[in-house]
């Protein structure tokens, strides 16, 4: 009998996918000009060319065996080393290798982390607009999502709301910042009012409330925004990062989970990822992998397309009267629709145009839409008038 | 609140690992030549040149934005093609691309294919002697693991003990041939009885038991030995490979799964995969893996050394007085204890002498230990001397 659960669930595709299979239908069929793809949040600029050269030099001079051989399940001693002292370097904390547990990219990091803080029946709160892979990273493990709407205005958190959805359920806090597919980076500010009310909240329920924090955009921020290390303001936390988009390289799968030094049990965490690997058929990363990132941990792709792409397109759009939140950095941003129904000003009017771009419904934040600007600058350019035309269609 | 089931397990240490610290404690007291370490399953023998030469070209001659970039989550297309085309031109099957999701190896594959072919409560099958972690793979899903007691004269199906094993609630079957630790492979007796009693049962319950093949050892099958394509023989069957062991990629992570082309609902396995991949955070394999082996499904290592080793090996423990049954494939044999307590031999015992053999407790298979023998040949004739003395300050 094959599990009805997962069986049920490959019917639905999800929307962004439904975009993405229209697109390329619609470019076969009229041309690639005829269709500007807004919608995939896939890096477009290449590998930095030293990761392809550490590729290169470790399997002409590394002994077979050993470079693919197992690592270790707690991942490659000298691999976690260099993790951590690149994160002791940059932003001025205390990690040791023992607390640092390499990982399939985010999403493995991510099902880790949020396995080792909660029991199934616990509450995981998080902030719209949200991933929306979210929603089985958290059930998988049993415990529930739930969402605190939006602030449109700025995009940080809705403390008012927060509040309101606290409760001794809550384990963990899940946050995205820099924020797909908001663009926005939390503040200091920010991150310490939230620090603060979960220090509170640990006192009241008599229980650590973990927060965990997904960063794979972390190296995407625009000159001038105000970027915190989170979990230098925050104890009880765990980052989450992945390589994927600083080092263009999301097929690889190559990311990890940092366990703050200062969590409680901290030197428990890692162990017990090993554990829950176990049981979810997750492996360590690619041991190549593993040893190609460690000498590219200060390097990146050459990011600078996005903040060109960010400027182009913000100036151009508010200069035609679109209201957006200015990103802060990664390669989205997240204009409110100029309609109520942004899945008609998507679906119907911008599909017209050849234009792809994301209903704000997917991320449970209506009434906006996501624009992923990881395309060739020439992509903006020609697709600047279309979004001229296709706001006055819904305006004038 | 950190997860007290993942928290308390993370105290045990399985024996295997206890025995390769001790070894590696030994080697750093007495030198390397004063320890047998006969307790690892790792391929002792480089990947093969075409290996290498495949990476090499694909880093020099790929765009890296799209060589390094994410794969479907089914898959690559033109890896699942392949897999598929290798596998119909090996064993005469029909495989289509649907039917193959490419997995972080092994563990992934098992995974998977538990996941999509039981509901949590489901009673699952399997066979001592047996691979230790099964039991996490089959309990993390929900289900339960029940386990046949072995046939030690031959370490094929007990099939009397598995009659009185079967209820309602099994879904599946997981089997492991060649196998870890035997040594052994089923013969088509075996699997076709197999067959035969599965298709009895499910006319007797009303639904499908699947059967889950993990053949991670399919291509180290030695001379003369009968070693059918499981999948042939039994249509509700999923097989689950890796190339660890056979391309000696151990670290590299990348199998699949591979869904028998006449299972029941057998086009809606490798979406449910998908599925399912997003719930436990498990990722397709890396991009650049799966591009690899596109080109090497009918390479192979060089694995002539662990036939030689096994002859050598099982010549000399039988001559000495040793009972083994032979192996078929594999780099594993699994003698009899020549003590009913196989813990007391292998720890007290062989460690004193410095050979590393561990206890078949650990297989659920008491009374016998297991050999791995994927290590240079050298070390076998050494350790033959000592094998002896182990066995005559037992018997003598």
């Given at each position: ?368 839409f996501r624009i992923s600007y990881c395309v060739p600058t020439e992509q903006i350019e020609k697709a600047i008038p279309l979004f001229e035309t296709l706001y ?5």
């Amino acid at each position: 009998m094959i599990n009805a659960f997962y069986r049920e669930m490959t019917g639905k595709e999800s929307v962004i996918r439904q975009f993405f299979d229209f697109s390329r239908k619609r470019a076969a069929e009229l041309g690639p000009d005829s269709v500007f793809n807004f919608s995939i949040g896939n890096p477009s600029v290449p590998a930095p060319d030293s990761v392809t050269k550490r590729f290169e030099e470790l399997l002409r001079t590394e002994d077979p065996v050993s470079l693919h051989g197992y690592s270790p399940t707690l991942g490659l001693p000298s691999t976690k080393a260099a993790i951590a002292e690149s994160l002791n370097r940059r932003f001025g904390m205390n990690y040791t290798p023992e607390l640092i547990f390499p990982t399939s990219g985010a999403a493995g990091a991510l099902s880790h982390a949020l396995r080792a803080v909660t029991k199934p029946g616990d509450v995981v709160i998080t902030f719209a607009p949200y991933f929306p892979e979210y929603i089985p990273y958290v059930t998988g493990t049993g415990a529930e999502l739930k969402v605190v709407p939006a602030d449109p205005s700025t995009f940080q958190i809705n403390f008012e709301k927060l509040m309101e959805m606290f409760s001794p359920e809550v384990s963990a806090v899940l946050i995205n910042s820099p924020n797909n597919p908001s663009g926005i980076v939390y503040t200091t500010e920010t991150i310490d009012r939230l620090a603060k009310l979960l220090t509170e909240k640990e006192k009241e329920y008599g229980h650590e409330i973990f927060l965990i924090t997904d960063e794979p955009y972390r190296e995407i921020v625009f000159e001038g925004t105000d970027s915190p290390f989170i979990s230098a303001h925050y104890d009880n936390s765990i980052c989450c990062y992945s390589f994927s988009k600083s080092l263009s390289l999301p097929g690889e799968r190559i990311g990890y989970v940092a366990v703050n030094p200062k969590a409680h049990d901290a030197e428990k965490l890692v162990p017990m990822c090993g554990q829950i690997s176990r049981f979810t058929g997750h492996n360590c990363p690619s041991s190549l992998m593993q040893r190609v990132i460690e000498t590219e941990l200060y390097n990146t792709s050459d990011l600078s397309i996005y903040e060109k792409n960010a400027n182009l397109l913000y100036d151009a759009l508010t200069d035609i009267g679109y209201s957006i939140v200015r990103p802060g950095g990664t390669f989205y941003m997240f204009p409110r629709s100029p309609i109520a129904d942004a899945n008609e000003f998507c679906w119907t009017g911008a599909r017209e145009l050849g234009l792809i771009i994301v209903p704000g419904d997917s991320f449970e934040c209506p009434g906006h839409f996501r624009i992923s600007y990881c395309v060739p600058t020439e992509q903006i350019e020609k697709a600047i008038p279309l979004f001229e035309t296709l706001y006055r269609r819904f305006t004038e």
